[in-house]
């Protein structure tokens, strides 16, 4: 162990595809949470002293009885969950789009392990919150569509219910409570309640999770009656800085209370590389909360993120130094590493310092299906994608693996992929073409018109061998080097002497903002047997990744 010497809050806390932060503090020790989407282990929690170092701790859902996720869409899996504590007990609340909605898991211990779902099938919408009262009562907030009298729908608004959490369900009336501080504003979502002085505080997200994305407030002295909104709001975004501004999206705020009373609000936002460009995601960002005339000020005197701020005076969190390579000498896989879907079929092992990764039939670039989120059919058979990765951090590295692999058919492929949602990556691939050993580079991009859920949804894949090469031994170092959006792709026997077998590749053709989903760019080991059933596997001996100077 090491005690870290950083002195200042820098932004961001947590880089890469960690999206809609939820924090809460209990005693002197903070814990955080994102959104995971489609990823397993699903909700990265993680914890801290200092709010500037942040030590992942573990998965809130870990198991495969707890997280039901495929690989198939743009747009599903875990979103907005809420992280608080009463009385002994975590709760983590969210939203799995592949399952059944709304849920709730517990724990006496944030290292897990973390209860099976109580799915609350009376909630209706997304984005659920919990708030406890100072008398004890617990209150269940959300998004939903209102019901007109006519039996249309009507507009998006946040809702209130109390809700019994010894019966894990809603009780009482249910009743909207603000509609958000812009009229007919888009996507009024992700509610947090707080309790201060004599007022109830909600803090909302509108605007929608991209550019126009803003955190806006209302309060009121009792939690039934329609809250009041702040004739300051938004009280952040960075919409009105225009699209060349370095830090973008900002918004999905929730707040915390340190032991002095001072407060800060974490929150999600997206760093642009060259351009309009996402590659990253959303990540999570912090700044500090002043309170004036009873109302949340964000960043007092600038109002947006900055990249850094003073420490706060609190313990500093000590960490072990991380290493860059990873030998895979663990019995368990590191807790950075991911997959994409719930790896219902067992297609990896860990021995000897080695991962071996068994050939699966299930595709790379799997096709993009229409999803009915309000009917979705749970499917707990569906194909697993042989992938393991982990996000892209920063907007310039390096990243290599060692591994040994001999195609046996021309179906089979192994080796390291760069891919950002479904059907856009990059594949530094082994293969077998007219009896030959090669490594290819292939791009593949989809044409994709609106967003799986949408009834108008379309989307067109194509694939491009950008360059090919006649490869003799089966073990080989295989690299990839970002710089901002040029990607450049090497191989070769031995790692200090490897030479390029393309160079400039266009990386943003990953961006979100093209692509049209809400994820951030992964890099991992894979290997597919494209359709067929195959017993062959690739081993890999070590996997690294590091920044480069942008």
């Known amino acids: 162990m090491r005690r870290v010497e950083q002195k200042s809050l820098s932004n961001p806390i947590l880089p890469g595809?960690?999206?809609?932060?939820?924090?809460?503090?209990?005693?002197?020790?903070?814990?955080?949470?994102?959104?995971?989407?489609?990823?397993?282990?699903?909700?990265?929690?993680?914890?801290?002293?200092?709010?500037?170092?942040?030590?992942?701790?573990?998965?809130?859902?870990?198991?495969?009885?707890?997280?039901?996720?495929?690989?198939?869409?743009?747009?599903?899996?875990?979103?907005?969950?809420?992280?608080?504590?009463?009385?002994?007990?975590?709760?983590?609340?969210?939203?799995?789009?592949?399952?059944?909605?709304?849920?709730?898991?517990?724990?006496?211990?944030?290292?897990?392990?973390?209860?099976?779902?109580?799915?609350?099938?009376?909630?209706?919408?997304?984005?659920?919150?919990?708030?406890?009262?100072?008398?004890?009562?617990?209150?269940?907030?959300?998004?939903r569509r209102e019901m007109k009298e006519d039996g249309s729908i009507g507009d998006q608004v946040i809702w209130l219910s109390e809700i019994d959490l010894q019966q894990m369900k809603l009780i009482g009336q249910q009743r909207t409570i603000w509609g958000g501080a812009l009229r007919n504003c888009a996507s009024p979502e992700a509610p947090h309640l707080y309790k201060k002085d004599d007022y109830y505080y909600l803090i909302i997200a509108e605007g929608g999770?991209?550019?126009?994305?803003?955190?806006?407030?209302?309060?009121?002295?009792?939690?039934?009656?329609?809250?009041?909104?702040?004739?300051?709001?938004?009280?952040m975004t960075h919409r009105h800085l225009g699209k060349h501004y370095p830090i973008c999206n900002v918004g999905h705020a929730d707040l915390v209370e340190l032991p002095n009373g001072e407060w800060y609000a974490v929150m999600l936002a997206s760093r642009l590389i060259e351009g309009y460009h996402k590659n990253l995601g959303r990540e999570t960002y912090i700044a500090p909360v002043t309170w004036e005339e009873g109302w949340p000020i964000i960043s007092a005197g600038t109002g947006k993120i900055e990249w850094s701020y003073p420490a706060p005076n609190l313990p500093v969190t000590q960490m072990e130094k991380s290493h860059r390579r990873d030998h895979f000498e663990s019995e368990t896989l590191a807790m950075d590493w991911v997959f994409i879907g719930t790896p219902y079929q067992k297609f990896y092992t860990l021995a000897s310092s080695e991962l071996t990764i068994q050939l699966l039939p299930r595709v790379m670039n799997p096709p993009l299906k229409k999803i009915n989120v309000k009917n979705v059919k749970v499917d707990r058979t569906v194909p697993t994608l042989s992938f393991i990765g982990r996000r892209q951090l920063d907007k310039s590295y390096r990243s290599a693996a060692k591994l040994s692999f001999h195609a046996l058919s021309e179906n089979e492929t192994a080796g390291l992929i760069v891919m950002q949602a479904c059907n856009h990556n990059f594949r530094l691939e082994r293969s077998l073409k007219e009896g030959r050993q090669v490594l290819r580079l292939i791009q593949c991009t989809s044409e994709i018109n609106g967003y799986p859920h949408q009834p108008h949804f379309q989307s067109e894949t194509t694939e491009l061998e950008l360059a090919s090469e006649i490869v003799v031994s089966d073990e080989l170092v295989l690299a990839i080097e970002a710089r901002?959006?040029?990607?450049?792709?090497?191989?070769?026997?031995?790692?200090?002497?490897?030479?390029?077998?393309?160079?400039?590749?266009?990386?943003?053709?990953?961006?979100?903002?093209?692509?049209?989903?809400?994820?951030?760019?992964?890099?991992?080991?894979?290997?597919?047997?494209?359709?067929?059933?195959?017993e062959n596997f690739v081993i890999f001996d070590w996997f690294d990744y590091e920044k480069i100077d942008d």
């Open 484 to 534: 901002g959006q040029d990607y450049s792709f090497f191989y070769g026997i031995d790692e200090n002497n490897l030479k390029p077998l393309y160079e400039h590749a266009d990386g943003g053709l990953m961006n979100p903002e093209v692509i049209g989903g809400m994820v951030g760019t992964m890099i991992g080991m894979y290997g597919s047997s494209n359709g067929q059933q195959s």
């Open 17 to 143: 595809f960690y999206p809609d932060p939820s924090i809460c503090r209990v005693g002197n020790d903070f814990y955080m949470i994102t959104s995971s989407f489609s990823l397993f282990p699903g909700i990265p929690i993680f914890h801290s002293t200092d709010l500037m170092h942040w030590e992942q701790i573990g998965h809130v859902l870990d198991r495969e009885s707890q997280l039901h996720v495929t690989a198939d869409h743009m747009v599903a899996g875990i979103m907005a969950p809420t992280i608080r504590f009463h009385n002994g007990v975590y709760y983590v609340i969210g939203t799995n789009f592949s399952d059944q909605g709304n849920f709730i898991v517990t724990a006496t211990d944030p290292r897990g392990p973390w209860s099976e779902p109580y799915w609350l099938l009376d909630a209706q919408g997304i984005d659920p919150s919990l708030f406890f009262d100072e008398d004890g009562k617990a209150y269940f907030t959300g998004t």
């Open 209 to 235: 999770t991209e550019h126009f994305h803003a955190v806006t407030v209302a309060r009121s002295q009792t939690l039934f009656a329609p809250f009041q909104g702040y004739v300051g709001n938004p009280i």
